[in-house]
C-alpha cells in the first residue's frame, strides 16, 4: 500500500514538468515534451519493447527542435517595416501593423525602392534629390506614440501624488525658492 501512496505522491510532485500549458515559453514547451518521450522511452526499454525505436525517437526529437527554433528566429525576423516600392521611407501607414521603422537598413535600399518607378526631376543637374524631402520620414517610425516609456524616460509618475508636479508644485523644483515663484 506503501508503494502506491509513493507512486501517486511522485505523479503529484512531477505533474506539472509533464502538462504543457498555454502561457508557457517555447524553451519550457520543449522541455517538457523532450522530458515526457524520454520516460516513455525508457518504460518501453524496461518492459521489452523494440530498441529499434531508439534511433527513430531522437531523429525526431531532433527535427522537432531544428524545425521548433527555426520558427521563432522567422518570428523574431519581421519585428520592424522593411522599405518597400509602395512605402520606400518606412512611414506610419493608415493600415496599424504594430511595426516600426526597421534601423539597419541601407540608403541604397531605400533609393532603389523611392527611384522605381519615378519621374526625376529634369532641372536636378547636381543629383540633389530635393524630392525625397516630401516624403522623408520623422524620427517617430511607429503608428501610435510610447507613452509609458516617454514617462518613464522623464521619471513622472501620474499614480503617486506626491511624486509629479501634476497636484503640487514642490517636486517640480530640484530647489523650491521663493525667488522662482
Known sequence: MSELYDIINFFKIYYNNFIIKIDDKLNDKLNKLIM??????????????????????????????????????????????KPTINNPFMNSLYVNDGLIACENVSDEEIDKNFNDNINKNNNDIFNKNNGQLYFRTNAVTSFDNDYKSFIDFIGFTYDEKDNNCKYNGVNCLKENNLKHR
Open 36 to 81: 515526457f518521450f524520454m520516460y516513455l522511452l525508457i518504460i518501453f526499454i524496461i518492459f521489452g519493447s523494440n530498441l529499434r525505436s531508439i534511433p527513430l525517437a531522437l531523429i525526431f526529437f531532433i527535427l522537432l527542435i531544428k524545425f521548433l527554433y527555426n520558427k521563432e528566429e522567422f518570428d523574431q525576423k519581421i519585428k520592424c517595416r
